[in-house]
Each structure stands twice: as structure tokens, then as C-alpha cells.
């Protein structure tokens, strides 16, 4: 079942030369993390605005849960579709718990059922109800704003949330935290998500799958892995750096790139030989999700491997 299917849609902006989005047909499978990748002015911010109707196609058609969305009240479609930008848009005179709590009473529903959601959006998204329920945005730092951004996109529990580069504007360690508690939360929930980002790193870490577009048309629509390992053309190796990335990813040994364990090993955690390679290592982490492997030899954890340490490890080769 497809919760969101672009049928040949196109956009023409009046005053522009070429159009922004051309004839792309895309079907988003039900709690699916998508993510839009590829340059800017590619069409991605483009395309997501048609899925709420902020932006009208100029032909094609678009379905949601199997409905034309023409048939629907652009503000009834948006209550059943979270929205977060960069720009978090959260409104200043208001509180958190306000914030959060706008589409819930959108929908009416009563304070008792409010208030609890809004303290369990605030649990989902790490900052602790008591603590930042009555601040106002000026009070939070920029990732804190997110997250109340990413609560109150979930707050009447739509089924699909569109996310346009929300951690654009975050540091990085930050932006790392973030897109970890969002994995989280989107596996906990299994909301359908369509997410852009020009961020090739963010991408293969938060995709199940990447839509590649470049110049208002899809060129790849893969998985993380399969689009690293089998790019569609020069345009889209170029754009993961997947020639360099492979060859450098197979040409180093695990227990190369391995650091100590942080923590006791856990249950469940994915496990690799050390003779193994860095390829089957990523392929292993972006198969299963997990945040670290954990490296055995003679059936002995020695070691672990997150995707971070994958990635300095190749850029050590590269500079090499
Ligand atoms: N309202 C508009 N009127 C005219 N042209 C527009 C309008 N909005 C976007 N465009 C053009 O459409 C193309 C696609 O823009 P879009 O915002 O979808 O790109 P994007 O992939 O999101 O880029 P970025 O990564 O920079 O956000 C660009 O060439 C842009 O200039
Ligand atoms: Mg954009």
C-alpha cells in the first residue's frame, strides 16, 4: 500500500524558464522514511509543497492514502500531513506546550486528551515536559526548536510527515543527535516520511529509501546501499562519491577502523568478523539500523564500528 503516489506531476512556475519539476511519478510506500536528494534548485522543496497543496501542479495528479488530494480542503489535507521546515515557524508569543498543541485543538480535541499529548510529544522528542513545557521558543536553543518543531508536526498524529531540510541549520553534533532520535521515533511510530535534504551523509544515514533528482526529474529512486554501490549514472556516483567510497570502504579491514567498546556489548547489536571489510560493515549498519557493530574475533567482541568512524576512517585513505 502506497500512502503517497505522484502520478506524472509537473510544475511550471509562470515566471521561470525551465519548469521546476518534470513529469515525476513516485510512489511512497506506507511508513517509509523517504528522502529527496540532490542539489540545490533540483525541484525537492518543489515537489514536497505539492504533497500539502502549499504548491498546485501544473499537471499530473497526486494521491494520498488512494484520494486525489484535489478532492480535499487544502486545510483539511493538512491536518493529516505534518510539516516541519527549517525555519521551525514555531510561534514566538506562544509556549511550547501552545505550539504543540494547535492542531489538537484544531481538531477539538478535549484539554485532558491535549495536555497528555503534549507531554508525551515532549517525552518522544527528549526534553522533559516539566521543564520546557512553559517556555517560550526564545528560550530553547536552535535544536530544541526542532524538536518542539518535529512534536508539533506529530501532534494530531497524522500518518505522513514532510520534513524540508529541518536540521539544515544545526550544528553538527547536534544534527547527528537529532537525526538519531527522529530514526528512533519514526521506527516507534512508523509514520510515512518524506524528507529533503542536499545532505549526502544525512541521507544514507536516515533513508529506507533516497529519491536522487536533478534538475526537476528523478534519477534514482534506491536504497542507501544500493545507490552507493550501484549509482544510476556519473551524475549520481558524483553526488554520493561513490566510486572513491567503495573502492576506499573495501580496501579497509574492520579491525582497522574499530574503536574500543563505549559500553557493554547488549543484546541484539549487529556482529561482524575483524577480518571483515568497511563495505560489509556500512552494509550491515544501513541494513539493520543500528547505531554501532560490534567486531568479534575468535567469537570475542574487541572492538565497534559506528557509522561515524566508517566515515573518518575513509577520508584517512583519501588524504593519504
Ligand atoms: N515561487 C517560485 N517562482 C518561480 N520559480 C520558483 C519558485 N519556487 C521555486 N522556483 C524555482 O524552481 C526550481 C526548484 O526550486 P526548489 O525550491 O524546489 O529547489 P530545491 O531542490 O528545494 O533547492 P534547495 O536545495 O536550494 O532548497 C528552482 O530553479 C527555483 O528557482
Ligand atoms: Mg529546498
Not at 544501513?286 to 561515524?308: E, F, I
Amino acid at each position: 500500500m502506497s500512502t503517497i503516489h505522484f502520478e506524472a506531476i509537473s510544475k511550471q512556475f509562470v515566471d521561470a524558464t525551465a519548469a521546476a519539476v518534470v513529469e515525476v511519478t513516485l510512489d511512497i510506500p506506507s511508513g517509509a522514511f523517504v528522502v529527496l536528494l540532490g542539489p540545490s534548485g533540483c525541484g525537492k522543496t518543489t515537489l514536497l509543497r505539492m504533497v500539502n497543496r502549499l504548491i498546485e501542479p501544473t499537471s499530473g495528479a497526486i494521491t494520498l492514502e488512494g484520494e486525489d488530494i484535489r478532492q480535499l480542503e487544502p486545510v483539511q489535507l493538512r491536518r493529516r500531513i505534518g510539516y516541519v521546515i527549517q525555519q521551525v515557524g514555531l510561534f514566538p508569543h506562544m509556549t511550547v506546550a501552545q505550539n504543540i498543541a494547535v492542531v489538537p485543538e484544531l481538531l477539538g480535541w478535549s484539554r485532558e486528551r491535549i495536555q497528555a499529548r503534549v507531554r508525551e510529544l515532549l517525552d518522544l522528542v527528549a526534553l522533559p515536559a516539566a521543564e520546557y513545557c512553559s517556555r517560550y521558543p526564545a528560550q530553547l536553543s536552535g535544536g530544541q526548536q526542532q524538536r518542539v518543531g518535529v512534536a508539533r508536526a506529530l501532534a494530531g498524529d497524522p500518518g505522513v510527515v514532510l520534513m524540508d531540510e529541518p536540521f539544515g541549520a544545526i550544528d553538527a553534533i547536534t544534527r547527528a543527535t537529532l537525526q538519531d532520535e527522529l530514526l528512533h521515533l519514526q521506527r516507534q511510530l512508523r509514520k510515512t516520511v518524506l524528507f529533503v535534504t542536499h545532505d549526502v551523509e544525512e541521507a544514507l544515514r536516515l533513508a529506507d529509501k533516497i529519491v536522487v533528482m536533478r534538475e526537476g526529474r528523478i534519477v534514482q529512486y534506491d536504497t542507501p546501499l544500493a545507490i552507493l554501490t550501484q549509482p544510476a549514472d556519473a551524475f549520481v556516483s558524483h553526488l554520493v562519491g561513490a566510486e572513491d567510497m567503495v573502492r576506499q570502504l573495501g580496501l579497509i579491514r574492520v579491525e582497522a577502523a574499530m574503536t574500543p567498546l563505549d559500553s557493554a556489548p547488549g543484546v541484539g547489536v549487529p556482529t561482524l568478523p575483524a577480518g571483515a571489510d568497511l563495505r560489509q560493515a556500512l552494509s550491515l549498519l544501513l541494513r539493520s539500523g543500528a547505531s554501532r557493530l560490534l567486531v568479534l574475533s575468535g567469537g570475542v567482541p574487541v572492538g565497534q564500528l559506528t557509522l561515524d568512524r566508517i566515515r573518518a576512517a575513509t577520508r584517512v585513505v583519501e588524504s593519504a
